[in-house]
């Protein structure tokens, strides 16, 4: 991978983690236009994923910090409860990462049609968010912080889009949209960077273990950083306005790319 790869998927990445379009198809997708093997996209997601959490910390650093300081406060008011409900939601996807990382490691090398599938998913889920008209809660239940976690660990599938999934799950279980937005964001920071501290440490980001060279995955980071933060800003305000039907229509249209793309090309 050449830095100006680096750069483009970087960009690609930061600007599609947070818009429900996911980001893990679209870097298979371009992974697979580049020539990228299984491998190489599966360590350049990981390193590019951590960019966007660290950038999620940025533009949320307010609640962030509250939540922070809840864990130190003893008390049990909304903001504990809150970080309790992050943690619950953290469980399904821990599950998947402990007894099933080799099979969502194998998903990455398999080509693009699984990836058109989920986008195709991605799509129905955000039409029946848009279109349904659930009762609105004050607050995201413990129950719904759960489910939500649910989502979120269907959405290790590539092409299944993380934001997508959590928000509209959010959304259908009758959760005000500006919340189940920032939860979204939130609940996925420990996980992410949780894999990249093992991945880490195991020296999977070696240019030997990886086939990626360091300046390449420096220019991804810092790429996928910059963008994600600006997306990340932007994406509170659309899911304020109620105007995710039309990711729903990018997302049939990019499903059906990687499907046709994945015939002509087997």
Same mark, same amino acid.
């Given at each position: ?145 759960? =489910? $939500? ?5 269907? #959405?290790? +599938?590539?092409? %299944?889009?993380?934001?997508? /999934?959590?928000? &509209?799950? *959010? ?16 609940? =996925? $920071? ?5 894999? #990249?501290? +093992?991945?880490? %440490?195991?020296?999977?980001? /070696?240019?030997? &273990?990886? *086939? ?17 933060? $600006? ?36």
């Amino acid at each position: 991978m050449s830095w100006i790869e680096a750069i483009v998927l970087g960009l690609i990445q930061g600007l599609t983690e947070f818009l429900p379009v996911s980001s893990s198809g679209h870097i298979a997708i371009f992974g697979t236009l580049f020539g990228m093997s299984g491998e190489e996209n599966l360590t350049f997601a990981i390193v590019v994923h951590t960019a966007t959490a660290l950038s999620t910390i940025c533009i949320l650093w307010n609640e962030v910090a509250v939540l922070f300081k809840s864990l130190f406060s003893f008390r049990w008011n909304d903001d504990t409860k809150m970080v309790c409900k992050i943690l619950l939601s953290m469980i399904p996807v821990g599950i998947v990462g402990v007894f099933l990382k080799d099979y969502v490691e194998q998903l990455f090398g398999s080509g693009l049609l699984l990836v058109g599938v989920m986008l195709l998913v991605t799509a129905m889920l955000l039409a029946f968010s848009y279109y349904a008209k659930p009762r609105q809660k004050e607050s995201i239940s413990f129950k719904d912080a759960f =489910v $939500i976690g649910i989502a979120q660990a269907c #959405a290790v +599938l590539p092409g %299944l889009s993380r934001s997508g /999934s959590t928000i &509209a799950t *959010g959304l259908l279980l009758g959760n005000k949209k500006e919340q189940v937005a920032k939860f979204s964001f939130l609940m =996925v $920071i420990i996980p992410i960077l949780g894999e #990249a501290f +093992l991945d880490l %440490l195991k020296g999977g980001f /070696s240019s030997g &273990a990886s *086939g990626i060279s360091p300046v390449a995955l420096i220019c991804g980071f810092v790429t996928a950083f910059v963008s994600g933060a $600006i997306a990340c800003k932007w994406m509170i305000q659309l899911v304020k306005k109620g105007k995710l039907i039309y990711f729903a229509y990018y997302c049939i249209v990019a499903g059906l790319f990687a499907i046709i793309y994945s015939y002509f090309a087997s």
